[in-house]
């Protein structure tokens, strides 16, 4: 079964260029979930979507960060203009859940995008 | 707010048990969960536990839940070296809420 697939695995781009950030969840799952991870801060969650809808954006960090789903298999993550402080590895995972993962159906995580700004 | 707290670092040798402990504030969670982070990789989902459950046992797996305490802890027994990774602990809550993670425990395994 294919899992959740994320792309690139590694973007290395200077400040001030944008960066998108892609990824195909499970099929048939209806939720998905953006991460990112430092060191410093752990995993935090960035946005979440059920159905395609935006649910809780409020961990998206500026705006400077977006992020869609024009449809079930498909969503970006964008970076316009990216920063040294952006660095991290970006993970998305999805889940089948009613109303943003409200269910004993667990997350199921891609391998992340290991993201350099420099 | 959902609060989990984990210890940051745990060594133990190869062939003893670890035993990886987490805390959580929200007395609601209806599932707990335990995730694996290899270097270079996603969480993988290692095994859940239901808020209604004391015990769960997978193999080398065991969980134990307190309720009462708030506290869940992941056993592993005869670790190896493939166990060392990052263990997260996360749960979850009625209601239109995704897992709350917390920020995991890098398990080291001394040959």
């Known amino acids: 079964d294919a899992g959740v697939i994320q792309s690139p695995r590694h973007e290395v781009t200077e400040m001030g260029q944008e960066v998108t950030l892609r990824c195909k969840p499970i099929s048939g799952h209806n939720s998905l979930f953006w991460y990112r991870q430092t060191m410093m801060r752990g995993l935090e969650l960035l946005i979440y979507?059920?159905?395609?809808?935006?649910i809780d954006d409020s961990g998206m960090p500026e705006d400077r960060f977006s992020a869609k789903m024009p449809n079930a298999s498909f969503s970006t993550l964008k970076i316009q203009p990216s920063e040294p402080r952006d660095s991290a590895v970006y993970f998305c995972a999805s889940s089948w859940g009613t109303g943003g993962g409200g269910s004993n159906q667990p997350q199921h995580f891609g391998d992340g995008t290991r993201l350099s700004i420099l | 707010g959902e609060d989990v707290e984990q210890s940051l670092f745990l060594s133990v040798r190869e062939g003893d048990s670890s035993v990886i402990n987490c805390t959580y504030t929200?007395?609601?969670?209806?599932?707990l969960y335990w995730y694996k982070q290899e270097p270079g990789a996603g969480l993988q989902l290692l095994t859940y536990?239901?808020?209604?459950?004391d015990m769960k046992q997978d193999q080398r797996l065991t969980v134990l839940l307190n309720k009462k305490d708030k506290h869940l802890s992941l056993r592993i027994a005869d670790t190896q070296t493939g166990d060392s990774a990052i263990y997260f602990c996360a749960e979850i809550t009625p209601g239109n809420t995704p897992l709350v993670f917390g920020k995991g425990t890098r398990l080291s395994v001394i040959a």
């Open positions: 536990i239901f808020s209604n459950m």
């Open positions: 979507f059920n159905n395609n809808v935006p």
């Open positions: 929200d007395s609601s969670s209806t599932y």
